[in-house]
């Protein structure tokens, strides 16, 4: 894809997920479709300037894009985000990253959705499903009840975790550790021995049905659930929400995007992120 | 040891550790003795009644022992508690669970101390191991820094990581998955192709260095370190703890002593751990 000729740079969108296997791609746009049904009307249209809906390195060998639809005031979404970066790799091969996450506004506490898929070999996945807590559980075991023990979500956990191929996964950063709920799905998928054929297999029979019980659970439950916040509570959903922001940016893509795309591009498209999660 | 004769039950006692193996038993002595000779003028006497410190059901089936030190009024540490219990399956085997934990009061808000070694056969160990954070790391990301990210915790957890007889541990009760930090040692290490013989020598080799590491974290940084709480802070950190206290004793201990010792002894156990959990 990276050409030689620098003229053929076919554009891109977030929807393409041009770099990946098909059952990694179908998984993502299924999820992209499915939530953009159910929230539709509650949704502005992307409005990120199209050299970082989709950008490049001057050499073409990393290729990203971004994607970002704002709820409108009446809604309980605050932002929609998805990315996809394709980054080759100086070994040869490639790192690919995919990512969707939804975020609530303080009208609601509701947990907020989140997917990551990365890969950087067609053997190796690190696969993150989580519908992050916008509330201290351990203060609050009648939210941990609502969204996490009543629901499907430790069950699904399970089913991943019991493949032979799936090791658990820690993030190296501790903050982002402590983001998760104790449902999360933080998992090393490793098909070497089966090869990319059984990645491919894994993602579809496996990853597929799973992210997309935990995005219908998220999306009746929480985007379309109804909570009532008082103004002591909407304070302190800004400022948790707003302190988690900023430690994320800080922490996760502050430090790889300039590394990836260097100092220019990486300012572009963090520039915007940080204008949607400023509000 | 559960004899046939009803008279010849030998009087036991918290430090004496009869029913596990030599590795697992010097543990947590020297934990013990580790915990109690730093903070010595610090803790009072044992006040638990002698069939509290030593209990066993009428058909010698099961035996436990509770051992509780409070801290004076001038020290940080509100109580050591220490509990083994031994109860014979009808598999034949033995359940032994060996466990030390340390909790400070609201003159600090250092975390606390915790180790649990769960034994259902001898090639099988659930371990766990962590300085339970007492604040919302979410909110306090300084706090996350000084207790975890700055000691050797992290790199502690990956040495035990590593070894190829150990898989996570989840606990079924998410509410006990909220309470952990991020560089909690949950695991489950089974050695049935190496038999008992392994699982001592991963007891002595891995085990026991590791959680004497991070008593001697607890010690020097938690139990004697100096924080600064206000008066806000102290109410907080009354009303957390005592949250997780109540919510530990309904899920964990709360169903499963009268379940094993029947519900007089589980009453007269759990009548003591109630009076100094409520101060």
Request: hydrophobic fraction near 35%; charge should be negative; glycine fraction near 6%.
């Amino acid at each position: 894809f990276a050409s030689s000729s620098p003229m053929d740079v076919t554009p891109r969108k977030y929807t393409d997920f041009p770099f990946v296997s098909a059952p990694h791609r179908n998984l993502m746009v299924d999820l992209v479709s499915t939530m953009e049904n159910r929230l539709h009307s509650q949704l502005k249209p992307c409005v990120v300037p199209s050299d970082v809906q989709y950008y490049y390195t001057p050499n073409r060998d990393s290729h990203g894009s971004l994607y970002i639809r704002s709820g409108h005031t009446s809604s309980q979404v605050d932002f929609v985000l998805g990315s996809w970066i394709h980054c080759k790799l100086p070994t040869g091969g490639a790192l690919n990253i995919s990512s969707l996450s939804a975020y609530l506004n303080a009208s609601t506490d509701a947990p907020n959705f989140l997917i990551e898929l990365i890969q950087n070999s067609p053997t190796s996945l690190v696969f993150l499903l989580d519908l992050p807590p916008r509330k201290d559980l351990v203060l609050h075991p009648e939210y941990l009840q609502t969204f996490y023990e009543n629901t499907r979500l430790e069950s699904l956990r399970q089913t991943l975790e019991k493949l032979p191929e799936v090791q658990p996964y820690y993030s190296s950063a501790l903050y982002i550790r402590c983001l998760t709920s104790p449902t999360s799905i933080m998992i090393r998928i490793n098909t070497e021995g089966g090869g990319a054929g059984r990645m491919e297999e894994i993602i579809k029979d496996h990853v597929d049905p799973v992210a997309k019980e935990v995005l219908g659970i998220w999306l009746e439950q929480c985007a379309c659930g109804h909570r009532t916040v008082d103004e002591e509570g909407k304070a302190y959903l800004e400022r948790r929400d707003g302190l988690i922001k900023n430690k994320t940016i800080e922490i996760d893509i502050g430090s790889s995007f300039p590394r990836l795309f260097g100092p220019d591009i990486a300012g572009r498209v963090l520039e915007v992120i940080r204008e949607v999660y400023n509000g």
